[in-house]
C-alpha cells in the first residue's frame, strides 16, 4: 500500500496538472478553499482524479468534512486501506 507521503506527493501532482497550482504553494495544511482556490467544480474534478488513482468509489459524505490537503490524504489512504 501506499505511504502518506506517497498519497501526498500524487495529490500535489493532481493539483499541478489539473489547477495549474504550483507544488511550492502546496501544504498538508493548505485549506482547498481559502489557500489553492478550489471552488465546487474543482472539487467535482478532484474527486474524479482520486476515483481513477483508487480505484473506489467514493461517497460524498465522505469528503464533506474535507478542507486540506492533508484531509485529502487522510480520506484517499482510508479508502485504499478499506475492502
Known amino acids: 500500500m501506499k505511504s502518506q507521503e506517497e498519497i501526498y506527493n500524487k495529490i ?3 493539483f499541478e496538472e489539473l489547477f495549474e ?3 511550492n504553494d502546496i501544504s ?3 485549506n482547498l478553499y481559502e489557500d489553492l482556490d478550489i471552488d465546487s467544480i474543482d472539487a467535482v474534478d478532484l474527486v474524479i482524479e482520486l ?4 480505484r473506489k468509489k467514493i461517497q460524498p459524505d465522505d469528503f ?4 486540506t490537503v492533508q484531509d485529502i490524504v487522510e480520506q484517499v489512504e482510508k479508502l485504499l486501506h478499506s475492502a
Open 12 to 14: 500535489v501532482a493532481v
Open 21 to 23: 497550482i504550483d507544488a
Open 64 to 67: 464533506k468534512a474535507v478542507r
Open 51 to 54: 476515483r481513477k488513482m483508487t
Open 28 to 30: 498538508p495544511e493548505s
